[in-house]
């Protein structure tokens, strides 16, 4: 992607001043060798992904800014940052859109989002206001896009297992249970890979991933998205085969994933039900906040004909209400402590991997680590 502007509209940019600029996670792979004009032309419109240069005006919700090696730099108003337009959509914090021009609007996600905010949770506080100063664009006046540096999908191999997480709502405990799977799954032996596959880019999961033991992890930004709200069944579809090819390629024998927001969510639903989606995964886990949403979760899994594999999420930190949903589902209810074992990873989970690649030649696993860091480089 990338509109050519007339160079009229492109002026130069100072590489000092681009230097200067706090950027954020969600540019991660932009390579800014390639960024040397600025397109602040009133008639400019930006799209889902482009870059763009803005300074930071009144601060509100968002204090800080995660950086692309993962700080979270402190905010200061008149701060020039480095953001991504992207729609947000976060039933707990904002509802954004991308705007029609270059006008104020907010900084919609830390993680680096620039968009219209449009409805708030009662308890955020108002969105940290900021002024765009211009689209950023190579030598020839195109506007700078994340689908530039998205990673090519790959072949992958279709016996290498499939564990995705999946919940009722944000905060239900998906990337906490994701998490733990990793690790349970890297102490059981296994090389893992893992990808967050849909949601707002931030860089947390991606770090709460690599610090569970998993050999590479990737998220939808390597696909070239700032978020996937809104985005189309091809997109989603490419997206989830990109990222799964790459950690297939890059020598995991078992990978996690984890798809943002509820089953109500539309992006997410849309994923879940697909035909691919329901040949890949080989099973699936599903968080929830408690055990009536368990109960509703699993029955739409399998109604859906999905493998479901266990539940999990923020009620299992209720002996009760793990209990509760034990008693309506027809799989094992695992809380963190049974995720991380090795033992049940084999009892609850080894059923589900008979595809597993026994005796692939697999690569030394620093070189495995070694191709992770480059993505975050």
Known sequence: MGIIQSMAEAGPLELSRLNRAKIAYAAHRVQFKDIQTLI???????????LVLARVGRIGQHRRIELRNGRRAILFEGDEIVLCYGNRYAPDQFEAYVPGDLGACHMAAAGGVAGRVVAA???????????????????HGKVVNLSRYALRPRHAHFATPIFAVVGTSMNAGKTTAACHLVRGLSQAGYRVGAAKVTGTGAGGDVWHMTDAGAVMVLDFTSAGHATTYLADDAALEEIFITLTGELDAGGADAIVIEIADGLNQTETARLATSPLFRERVSGVVFAAADAMGAKAGYDWLVRHQLPVAAVSGLMTASPLGTREAAQTVAVPVLGLDDLASPERIEQVFRPFMNGLRAARPARPADALADAAVELYA
């Open 40 to 50: 602040t032309s009133e008639t400019a419109t930006p799209h889902a992904g482009d």
């Open 121 to 139: 949770h009662a308890r955020m506080k108002p969105p940290t206001e900021i002024t765009p100063l211009g689209l950023l664009s190579d030598r």
